[in-house]
């Protein structure tokens, strides 16, 4: 399984950014995005699941939003009211069964 995770860059807080995930295969118990920053542990930001079910760490809620497109096997984190918190490198992460894959990951830079 392949995870390839873009959309990440430089903006201004305030901003949006729109993140995208390309798996190489379908059926997926869930899909979510995680991000980590410099000296600090890779932490949960988005999920949703093989039913379409979302959920999200409360530091997002309301400003981020998951989806996917079952017929490009993509998903994507729109990410909208940045804040310089949350500047980190954003990973794709998939399930299958108890198994964990991850893409490589995106750098996500919030800055004026």
């Known amino acids: 399984v392949q995870l390839q995770a873009s959309g990440g860059g430089l903006v201004q807080p305030g901003g949006s950014l729109r993140l995208s995930c390309a798996a190489s295969?379908?059926?997926?118990?869930?899909t979510a995005w995680y991000r980590q920053a410099p000296g600090e542990q890779r932490e949960w930001v988005a999920r949703i699941t093989a039913g379409g079910d979302t959920d999200y760490a409360d530091s997002v809620k309301g400003r981020f939003t998951i989806s996917r497109d079952i017929s490009k096997n993509a998903v994507y984190l729109q990410m909208s009211s940045l804040k310089p918190e949350d500047t980190a490198k954003y990973y794709c992460?998939?399930?299958?069964?108890?198994?964990?894959?991850w893409g490589q990951g995106t750098q996500v830079t919030v800055s004026s």
């Open positions: 992460n998939a399930v299958i069964g108890s198994t964990n894959f």
């Open positions: 295969r379908r059926g997926f118990k869930s």
